[in-house]
């Protein structure tokens, strides 16, 4: 076998034009990262890491057959359900939170793995019982979101949890869930926020609260919104230039390598480089979608187009997060902000969605 047949051949699960607008996005986090961290190489090269070990793991799921796909999502499930059972007994506080679970050999945050397991065990439920869809399955197919997020916002981390209510939402919105129900869920949850407010802890109801006015507690809970709103602003419509962002490199923004990485390109990029930044977000969010409108069956099309929309999600809740016009939740920024168990979970899932692309000729349409 020659070279070019082993080039094609370790290609032939991989959508070009998707693995384009990832690397350019992965590209871009590795730039940024260099400045957050004060022109240094710590978090840039573990990054590097991070991104090696990603891509591994997405070329092994792209070159899994989809029915493999499918096989995975009862064990994945029931697998995260036991780990996060376990975190709420056993798990580790961190920070006020209990998130972790360490296992001997290593410590791990089973919430990360619900990201892929509720919308692929969803995709699965629903794909065995197409033929005749009921208004009991779309309750069965909820059920098996809100326990998982349940679980999840009681650690607390309401933002993995709003990640995941969406990824399963969209799940049961592409299964062809009514207008009407959603609207009579709609309802439910309006008529049900004082509950939900009450069930907030302290921290989370002052950052909703510093969302209307960051000012009334400028150098505590609103402290991040102000400096991110300042970061954003300050870079005009060119930008202040590469390693010139004064918010970051005097140590005015908080959390520069990961949830607020988006300020730190603000800054130095401006305006024109937010455009080209959401242009690649665009281009990778417009290849899912065509990939969702090709595929070759139900389960395929509710997995592709659940992945797609989580991470359009991602990158608006980051970026209003940051902006100022939603609340600091803790949501990174997908494929720039630093971190090697997002960055896996997101490669996984676009993992799935080359899979789905690249073996929907050998799947009977």
């Known amino acids: 076998m020659t070279k070019r047949q082993l080039w094609q051949r370790f290609i032939a699960h991989l959508d070009l034009p998707l693995l384009l607008g990832i690397v350019l996005l992965m590209l871009t986090s590795l730039l940024v990262l260099y400045s957050a961290d004060n022109a240094g190489w710590n978090r840039p090269l573990s990054q590097m890491a991070n991104i090696a070990v990603a891509l591994a793991c997405m070329w092994l799921i792209a070159n899994l057959p989809l029915h493999y796909l499918m096989r995975t999502a009862l064990p994945v499930y029931l697998l995260g ?144 919104t102000i400096q991110g709103m300042i970061a954003v602003g300050s870079g005009g419509i060119l930008g202040k230039g590469y390693l010139n962002g004064t918010q970051t490199h005097l140590d005015f923004l908080p959390e520069r390598t990961t949830d607020f990485i988006f300020a730190v390109y603000s800054e130095e990029f401006g305006l024109l480089g937010n455009l080209i930044l959401l242009s690649l977000y665009f281009f990778v969010i417009g290849r899912g979608f065509i990939i969702t409108a090709n595929a070759s069956t139900y389960f395929t099309r509710l997995m592709a187009g659940s992945i797609t929309l989580t991470f359009a999600t991602y990158a608006f809740v980051n970026m209003g997060m940051v902006s100022g016009i939603l609340p600091v939740v803790g949501v990174p920024l997908p494929l720039v902000s630093y971190g090697g168990t997002s960055m896996l979970t997101l490669l996984l899932g676009f993992g799935m969605l080359m899979s789905i692309e690249t073996h929907k000729k050998l799947v009977k349409t």
Do not use: C
Not at 155 to 165: E, H, N
């Open 81 to 224: 359900m036991a780990l996060l059972v376990g975190v709420a007994l056993f798990g580790e506080i961190s920070h006020g939170a209990r998130r972790w679970l360490n296992l001997g050999v290593a410590t791990i945050q089973p919430s990360e793995l619900m990201k892929i397991g509720v919308p692929l065990m969803m995709a699965w439920y629903f794909e065995k019982h197409e033929a005749a869809l009921t208004l009991k399955n779309y309750f069965i197919a909820a059920l098996l979101l809100l326990m998982p997020v349940l679980l999840i916002a009681r650690q607390p981390d309401l933002g993995t949890a709003i990640l995941i209510s969406a990824s399963g939402f969209y799940v049961l919105f592409l299964a062809g869930l009514s207008w009407r129900v959603m609207g009579v869920m709609l309802v439910a949850a309006l008529a049900s926020a004082p509950v939900l407010w009450s069930m907030l802890h302290d921290y989370q109801r002052h950052r909703i609260m510093m969302l209307f006015d960051p000012s009334q507690d400028a150098l505590g809970k609103g402290y991040h």
